[in-house]
Structures are given as structure tokens and as C-alpha cells.
């Protein structure tokens, strides 16, 4: 999975000169250990640095939400387990963790549960906010130089990042995308020139990254 040398000096290149730095994080995030995790995010916010960046994820473990980012510029659709909704969806009111005295709805007294896709009803009210900074965030980078990381994501909910990333880089010609994954790392023919495909685990790819550009002094 390693990069060469070259590459590395490419992508840190990239890195350095990139206007918007975009960021998928997928299901590879949400299966890895707790060791594992807190080392990725931590090298993931040491390269994300200054940068104009922005955070998808489809994992609903909320352990992004340890690690130092701007929660302004992070975004969960499929939901994250600190937030609680009613199991009933009789409101779209959501609750965060401490604000939960007895577990059950105010409104109805169901019992309440995770506002995560896995709920029966998933009430997207949770989301939407933040999903609507980062339509905005988007609009900004059209034409403009964008880095895409997409890091671990399969096929789970392909429309969420894995497509419409495509569809960036189909788009917009100054935008270019790393897709890393164990399995899931082909690039389609028609960005093939913008997109680089990275078979091995994307958490490694970010702790290698990052050690390889500061041992390199390569950090923008
Ligand atoms: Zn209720």
C-alpha cells in the first residue's frame, strides 16, 4: 500500500497548495480499534493544519468528535450516538447525552435511542444543520484547487460520499482525489487523470502520512 517516495512528495506538494481540503471518512473508521482510531484522527488533524477543510463521515461512533476538529466543519448524516432521539420519532427533537435524565421522550415517554441511521425511524433533523454548512462550504471550492482524501469508504451508503466525490472531481478540473481503502480503492476511467486509487487501510495511510511528510520536513 505504501506510496513512493515520489508520490509522497507529490501528494505533500498537493497538500501544501490545495485551497479546500476535503475529507471522506467511511466504514474503516468506524471498525477500527480504539488505539488505532485516536492515533488516525490525531495524524488526521496534524495534516489538515491550517487548511480550509471539511469532514464527512459515515461512521456513528462520534470518537471524531474526541479528537480537536472544528465540530463546525465536520459533518455525520448517518447520525452519531451521542445524540438521542425519541424511538417513536413522535418529535424531531433530538437530545445530547447529558440532557437525558430518566431515558425516556419528554413528549411521549418512549424509550429514547441513538440518532443514527440504525434507528427504525432515523429523524435526519440531526444532521441537517451541519449538512447544510457543508453544501456551502462546497459551493466555494468550484474551480477552485480541491484535495479530496477519501479514506475508507465502500459501498455501505455509496451516495453519501464515495459518488457524489466522483462527481466532484468529474466536475471540477483543478480538484484531484486520493481514494484509500483495503478493498474498495478503483478508480472509474473518466477521472482517472485527477483520481490516484490506494489499495491498503486508509487509518495507516493518514499515521504513514503524516510521519513521512514531517520526517521529510515536507508539512505546508
Ligand atoms: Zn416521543
Excluded at 65 to 81: L, W
Excluded at 166 to 191: C, D, P, T, W
Aim: aromatic share 12%; charged share 30%; net charge negative.
Amino acid at each position: 500500500m505504501d506510496l513512493k517516495a515520489k508520490e509522497i512528495e507529490c501528494l505533500a506538494e498537493m497538500l501544501a497548495e490545495c485551497e479546500y481540503l476535503l475529507i471522506g471518512l467511511g466504514d474503516e473508521w468506524e471498525k477500527a480499534g480504539q488505539d488505532e482510531v485516536r492515533k488516525a484522527y490525531e495524524s488526521l488533524y496534524n495534516l489538515v493544519g491550517q487548511k480550509d477543510y471539511f469532514i464527512v463521515t459515515t461512521a456513528t461512533d462520534a470518537r471524531i468528535f474526541d479528537a480537536p476538529f472544528d465540530e463546525k466543519r465536520i459533518t455525520a448524516p448517518c447520525g452519531n450516538i451521542n445524540w438521542f432521539q425519541c424511538q417513536k420519532a413522535c418529535t424531531k427533537d433530538i437530545w445530547e447525552r447529558d440532557e437525558i435524565q430518566d431515558g425516556r421522550c419528554p413528549h411521549c415517554g418512549a424509550v429514547l435511542i441513538s440518532n443514527t441511521i440504525q434507528a427504525e425511524s432515523y429523524i435526519e433533523e440531526g444532521y441537517l444543520p451541519q449538512w447544510k454548512v457543508y453544501q456551502e462550504w462546497l459551493a466555494k471550492t468550484l474551480n477552485r484547487k480541491l484535495l479530496i482524501f477519501e479514506l475508507g469508504v465502500g459501498f455501505r451508503t455509496p451516495t453519501v460520499i464515495r459518488w457524489p466525490f466522483e462527481k466532484l472531481v468529474f466536475f471540477n478540473r483543478s480538484a484531484h482525489m486520493y481514494r484509500v481503502n483495503r478493498k474498495f480503492y478503483q478508480i472509474a476511467g473518466e477521472i482517472k487523470e485527477r483520481a490516484v486509487p490506494v489499495e491498503g487501510d486508509s487509518l495507516e495511510f493518514v499515521c504513514n502520512l503524516r510521519e513521512k511528510i514531517e520526517n521529510q520536513g515536507l508539512m505546508c
